[in-house]
C-alpha cells in the first residue's frame, strides 16, 4: 500500500498498484463474473444505478483474499464479466487491467470481504428509497411482510463523510456485525449474501421495504405494527427459508437478461 492509502485516499480513483495473477479464470470464477455482471445490469434496469458510482463486489472462489469489483469510469449498463477487475485484500489490482478501481468501493468492500467469511456478495447501493430511509431517525421498522425479513439483521452505520479513510474500516465492520443489511446514515444502504444471488434478493427486498414505508409515512396517517411475536414468527420463516441456497429467484433474472442484453456475459 502506499502511503496515501494508508492515510486515506485524496480522490475516487485509488492509486493502482497490481500484482500478477496466478493463472487463467477459472470456471468458477467466469461464474462468478457473470453473476457479478448480471447484477449490475439488472441494478441498472431497475434504476438502482447512480451514474457511475455506487458498487456491488464479489469473492472470487479459491484461497486467496481476491475480489471482483466494478472499474471506475463505466456505467452499470457497460459492465462485463471480462471488464471487472479483480482486486486482493490490499487494494492491488491482480493481474492486468485498463481500469482503476473506486476508493471508496475498496474502503467499504475490502474491509467486509476481509472480515466475513461469509460474505461472498456486497452490495452498496444510493437509491431514492435507501438514502430517504437512512435519513430517518427511526430506520428501518416492520411494517410489512418484506420488512419483517429484516428484523434483528439490520445494522446502522453513522456517516463519517464519502467512504475515503481507511481507519472507518473497523466501523463499518463493527456496525454491519453479522447483520444481512447495514443501513449507511445519510448515504445508502448495503447488502451481504453468500451469493451475488442472495446480496441482489436482500437489496431488492431492502429497496421494496424501503419506499413501502416511505409511501405510509407520507400519508400523515398513524401506522399499523404488527404485535412483536408476528414479526419475529415471520423473520424466523424468512430466516429458515434462507437456510436453502436462496437463488430460486435468480434463474428468472438471468433470463431477463439473456431476451435482452446478452452481452453481460462476454
Same mark, same amino acid.
Given at each position: 500500500m502506499t502511503q496515501e492509502s494508508t492515510l486515506g485516499f485524496t480522490s475516487f480513483e485509488m492509486p493502482v498498484t497490481s500484482i500478477p495473477d496466478t493463472g487463467p479464470a477459472t470456471e468458477a470464477e467466469v461464474a462468478v463474473r457473470r453473476d457479478l455482471a448480471a447484477a449490475y445490469r439488472l441494478c441498472a434496469d431497475f434504476g438502482w444505478d447512480d451514474l457511475i458510482?455506487?458498487?456491488?463486489?464479489?469473492? @472470487?472462489? =479459491?484461497?486467496?483474499?481476491?475480489?471482483?469489483?466494478?472499474?471506475? =469510469?463505466?456505467?452499470? #449498463?457497460?459492465?462485463?464479466?471480462?471488464n471487472l477487475v479483480k482486486i486482493d485484500i490490499e487494494g492491488r489490482v491482480v493481474g492486468e487491467s485498463p481500469y482503476a478501481p473506486n476508493a471508496a468501493g475498496f474502503v467499504?468492500?475490502?474491509?467486509?470481504?476481509?472480515?466475513?467469511?461469509?460474505?461472498?456478495?456486497? %452490495?452498496?447501493?444510493?437509491?431514492?428509497? =435507501?438514502?430517504a430511509l437512512s435519513i430517518l431517525?427511526?430506520?428501518?421498522?416492520?411494517?410489512?411482510?418484506?420488512? %419483517?425479513?429484516f428484523h434483528g439483521k439490520?445494522?446502522?452505520? #453513522?456517516?463519517?463523510?464519502?467512504a475515503l479513510t481507511l481507519d472507518e474500516q473497523q466501523r463499518f465492520i463493527a456496525d454491519l456485525g453479522a447483520n444481512t443489511a447495514l443501513i449507511l446514515r445519510n448515504h445508502g444502504t448495503l447488502t451481504v449474501g453468500r451469493s451475488v444471488a442472495q446480496a441482489f434478493v436482500e437489496?431488492?427486498?431492502? #429497496?421494496?421495504?424501503?419506499?413501502?414505508?416511505?409511501?405510509?409515512?407520507?400519508?400523515?396517517?398513524?401506522?399499523? @405494527?404488527?404485535? @412483536?411475536?408476528?414479526?419475529?414468527?415471520?423473520?424466523?420463516?424468512?430466516?429458515?427459508?434462507?437456510? =436453502?441456497?436462496?437463488?430460486?429467484?435468480?434463474?428468472?433474472?438471468?433470463?431477463?437478461?439473456?431476451r435482452t442484453q446478452p452481452g453481460y456475459r462476454d
Open positions: 458510482y455506487t458498487h456491488i463486489s464479489a469473492r @472470487v472462489p =479459491g484461497p486467496e483474499h481476491h475480489f471482483l469489483v466494478n472499474p471506475l =469510469g463505466l456505467a452499470f #449498463d457497460e459492465i462485463t464479466a471480462s467499504i468492500h475490502g474491509a467486509i470481504h476481509g472480515a466475513r467469511a461469509d460474505a461472498g456478495c456486497v %452490495m452498496h447501493l444510493h437509491t431514492e428509497a =435507501g438514502m431517525e427511526e430506520g428501518l421498522l416492520p411494517l410489512t411482510q418484506h420488512a %419483517m425479513r439490520v445494522g446502522y452505520h #453513522d456517516y463519517e463523510g464519502i437489496s431488492f427486498y431492502l #429497496d421494496k421495504s424501503a419506499r413501502t414505508q416511505l409511501l405510509a409515512q407520507a400519508t400523515g396517517r398513524p401506522l399499523r @405494527v404488527p404485535p @412483536v411475536e408476528v414479526i419475529e414468527q415471520t423473520a424466523l420463516t424468512w430466516a429458515t427459508d434462507l437456510t =436453502g441456497s436462496n437463488d430460486r429467484e435468480w434463474p428468472s433474472l438471468l433470463r431477463r437478461l439473456e
